[in-house]
């Protein structure tokens, strides 16, 4: 597993580099908002995140612990990939990012490529509460291997889906356990949940 990488940047093109390190060039794949900045033929040190596959190994350089970090918790979204998270960071700073969830605030994640309302909703709801009023990410150690998905439940990111916030929703999912039907169907848990919302 390669997790950090000195050499010399011999390539930089769109959201791809290629860093020399004694003779070999390592070819990473970076937040397309950090190349501008960077010199060819200068030395240069990329944190990365390493993706094997059964056909390809892939690299992704980030200049700092906290784009990583924050790269790694965007794969943990459900219908996040590589692609996408990588535009998110070329897009927004972590900074941007982090003012995005706890605003639940979706149109600055839908100005990235690729990422529409849907998407924006899961980002907003699965981040929430990972990222500290610093904007450093938290609770992701970067030995975890990874483990059994635990299985989501649905009835939030149905109701963000009708335009609930998430104050809204938390607070119908705490009126749905007093009233002890956090078990029941996802069908009556959302008619209970429009119900409640709504006053009726």
Not at 100 to 109: G, K, M, N, Q, S
Not at 167 to 191: F, G, N, T
């Amino acid at each position: 597993m390669i997790a950090r990488i000195t050499g010399i940047l011999v390539e930089a093109e769109g959201d791809a580099l290629v860093v020399d390190v004694g003779g070999v060039g390592y070819l990473l794949s970076v937040p397309g908002s950090m190349v501008a900045d960077l010199e060819l033929d200068a030395e240069i040190t990329l944190l990365v995140h390493t993706q094997v596959r059964d056909d390809a190994i892939q690299l992704f350089g980030f200049p700092d612990r906290t784009q990583r970090q924050a790269f790694e918790l965007l794969l943990k979204v459900t219908g996040v990939g590589a692609k996408i998270a990588l535009a998110v960071l070329g897009t927004l700073s972590v900074q941007e990012l982090a003012t995005a969830v706890t605003a639940e605030d979706l149109r600055p994640l839908q100005r990235v490529t690729g990422v529409g309302k849907r998407v924006a909703q899961r980002i907003v709801f699965d981040l929430a509460g990972k990222l500290t009023p610093e904007f450093v990410p938290v609770g992701l150690d970067p030995t975890d291997t990874a483990s059994p998905a635990k299985p989501q439940d649905p009835l939030p990111l149905a109701l963000a889906q009708l335009g609930y916030k998430r104050s809204e929703i938390e607070r119908v999912q705490a009126w749905l356990a007093r009233q002890d039907k956090l078990e029941a169907s996802l069908d009556e848990r959302i008619r209970m949940s429009l119900k409640h919302l709504s006053g009726r």
